[in-house]
């Protein structure tokens, strides 16, 4: 008999926002619909300016490179996308992937994207082993199970093939996880607030400070990648709240 695989969930449901997985995605839809036009303003600012820079760094690091077929999952509003592109040149190819229509219009409208597809990271729209590089930025803590997530990760990369999932992973106790919260969970969320008017947005970056603060240890996130068999599974921290988790696709 085919055993059952356990799920794999980034974070348990934070009954205050939602009571279940199908609230949790329609919260998570209205909430990026609504916070769109404001994303990339906020992200400048709550970032001192460094949204770009630190991204670049951070695909640089993973290895992407000029001609590579890239997919940029959870794409938002292109911003990796955009640099990627850069990266990759004329001689590759960016496909950006994202379940919110709002969120990738506003991508368009930027011109950051080449290939606009609405998708999710559990269920791909890209063809299985069609892709050498594959990033998603500050989303993997929005998919339903990371097991199935990284599975499909797995199935569009072409052997050799590199992953990069970026995510902010706060320290679990000490005086830089308070000022940490002090700063993402009250202050991003009040001049949200002031400098949009949108209680949605408001909401968003509060929401966003407990996912990382209930998130799966990293731990959790390496032993997931290695169980659906990805090769050399490992994280870099940087400025000790950056995580960049690499993998590799066997030859
Ligand atoms: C915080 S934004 C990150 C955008 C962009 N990657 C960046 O680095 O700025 C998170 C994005 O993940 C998307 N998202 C939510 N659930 C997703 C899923 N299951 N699969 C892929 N993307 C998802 C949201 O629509 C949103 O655009």
Redesign the pocket.
Known sequence: MQKTQRRVAPHPLLLGYYADEGQR?KY??DS?RAT?PH?DGI?RWMSFWT?RWY?RQALLRSGLAAGMEMA?????????SELARGIVGPGGHVVS????AA??AEAVAKGRVAAPVI????ALPVGSGTVDHL?????LR???DLRT?FQEYLRVLRPGGRLLL?EMTPPPRGILKHVLKGYMRYAVPALTRMTTGSGAATDLYAY?WDTFENCVPPQTVLDTLAEVGFERPSRHVAARIFSEYTARKAM
């Open positions: 995605q998570l839809a990026f769109a994303y992200n949204d991204r940029d999952v959870g794409c938002g509003t292109g911003i990796v992937i994202d379940p919110s969120m990738m998708g999710r990271a559990e990033c998603m930025g500050f989303a929005h998919v339903a997530t970026m966003c």
